[in-house]
């Protein structure tokens, strides 16, 4: 049997959807024939008809759980249900079936009469671990015997192809004002991996397109204004709708590993030092690098990669920030040295003072943000592409970097640093410096377009 007459039914409940597209995407770029509703669906059919076709259709079976959809009795008594009931009135042998775990959770004891079948008689695949698609092509070759594909005639590769994508589980948490965990779920996001050589990696996150509200409201800045007794607050409007397309953002900000990884290839317009950071460590956030290192090490690695890599600009930066929240922070109300690295011996809201570590620290420390972004808060002050405008009167509303009527001799840099106080650390909060400037508390991230090869 060749991979691409295996067709694989891919069962899920609606919370896992992103982790299961992402598989889709993978099955079918490895040669096989994944069925998914999202995919295989038409508008306008019965669901309830066409899933028991489907599955009968197919030759492997996989029921996608994890910590929320293994408890769910809607996902339970409705799709893996019908799953189960068709497989019970198939013959033995006709479909080959595995639990597969998404995450590390309980199989559920499923013991029907009808279907004389429960999950925890079948040994999971844990597709959650590192050689988990791995394990999963091992089973499919133990149970079939692969036949060799035909020869392709040579495809034309598009302007912009689909980036196989994995799959990381988190955590995020939510304080009040007075700096108290009020929430904590657990999320999922898409990434890939950027080979860089010697073991070292780039994680690039898959930021989902979207429309969010830029800056502060005035009301709000004037309260900070009297309040803090600071002007600059009013970099931060007026407020204005955003709409962002899709993008990756690297999961941390670029650290000193990284840094020499591609500082150490060939020059493109300027020489790079391999270890310019006052502050020594792999894991730690590169420093003291001005806006021209950061983005002669941005077309340096698009060089290496064939893909477009460049510095954000302030309105992804923001919008990638803020993951869906419209607080002064991605934790909510205020900040606390347990949630990021700033001069937590200062407090913006009701929260008790904390640690001021005086040192960046290593990157994936701190609870990330919906969109599984870390060190967005704090840390090192990131680099941005744009020139600096003192406020947004006719900025884009794209999401696009804004050099128009700029002062090209500066650029905005965001999220605060280990110095910082925690009012410069919010979402909304705008600073600058002179592009040629290098600061122990200046480094920045990076991000790249869907795909997109040089």
Request: charged share 25%; glycine share 8%.
């Amino acid at each position: 049997m060749k991979k691409s007459e295996i067709q694989i039914f891919l069962a899920h409940a609606s919370e896992d959807k992103p982790a299961v597209l992402a598989l889709f995407n993978r099955l079918k770029q490895a040669g096989y024939k994944p069925w998914l509703d999202k995919k295989d669906l038409i508008p306008g059919q019965i669901w309830r008809d066409e899933i028991p076709k489907a599955i009968k259709a197919s030759q492997i079976f996989l029921a996608c759980l994890s910590g929320k959809s293994a408890n769910k009795q809607g996902y339970i008594q409705r799709e893996l249900r019908i799953a189960l009931d068709t497989l019970g009135e198939m013959l033995p042998g006709t479909i080959f079936f595995i639990p597969m775990r998404l995450e590390e959770c309980e199989i559920p004891d499923l013991r029907m009469s009808e279907v004389g079948l429960n999950l925890r008689d079948i040994h999971r695949l844990d597709y959650w671990e590192e050689d988990g698609f791995e394990q999963l092509e091992r089973a499919i070759g133990y149970q079939f015997k692969l036949e060799p594909e035909e020869p392709k005639q040579p495809v034309i590769v598009p302007e912009e192809p689909k980036q196989p994508l994995s799959v990381f589980n988190f955590e995020i948490v939510r304080v009040n004002a007075k700096g108290e965990q009020i929430k904590k779920e657990s999320k999922q996001s898409q990434y890939f991996r950027e080979d860089l050589g010697n073991g070292i990696t780039l994680e690039m996150v898959a930021i989902p397109g979207g429309t969010f509200t830029m800056g502060t409201e005035d009301e709000e800045i004037e309260r900070l204004v009297k309040k803090f007794n600071w002007e600059g607050f009013r970099w931060e409007r007026p407020q204005h709708r955003v709409t962002v397309s899709s993008f990756y953002m690297g999961r941390y900000p670029i650290t000193q590993s990284q840094w020499k990884a591609i500082a150490a290839t060939a020059k493109i317009d300027i020489d790079l030092e391999t270890n310019p950071s006052n502050f020594k460590g792999d894991e730690l956030p590169v420093e003291s690098v001005n806006w021209y290192q950061a983005t002669e090490f941005c077309k340096r690695l698009s060089r290496e990669t064939k893909r477009e890599y460049r510095l954000p600009s302030e309105a992804e930066w923001e919008y990638a920030c803020r993951a869906g929240t419209t607080t002064p922070f991605y934790f909510g109300e205020t900040i606390t040295g347990e949630l990021a690295n700033y001069d937590a011996s200062k407090t913006y809201a009701e929260e008790a003072k904390g640690e001021y570590r005086q040192q960046t620290t290593p990157v994936g420390q701190f609870p990330p943000n919906a969109f599984g972004l870390y060190d967005m808060h704090g840390n090192v002050w990131e680099w941005c592409a744009d020139t600096w405008h003192d406020n947004y009167d006719g900025a884009p509303t794209d999401g696009s970097v804004w050099t128009e009527n700029g002062n090209n001799n500066r650029s905005p840099m965001r999220g605060g640093s280990w110095y910082a106080s925690p009012l410069s650390c919010r979402s909304a909060y705008r600073n600058y410096d002179t592009r040629r400037d290098v600061s122990i508390v200046y480094g920045f991230r990076v991000v790249c377009g869907a795909g997109r090869t040089l």
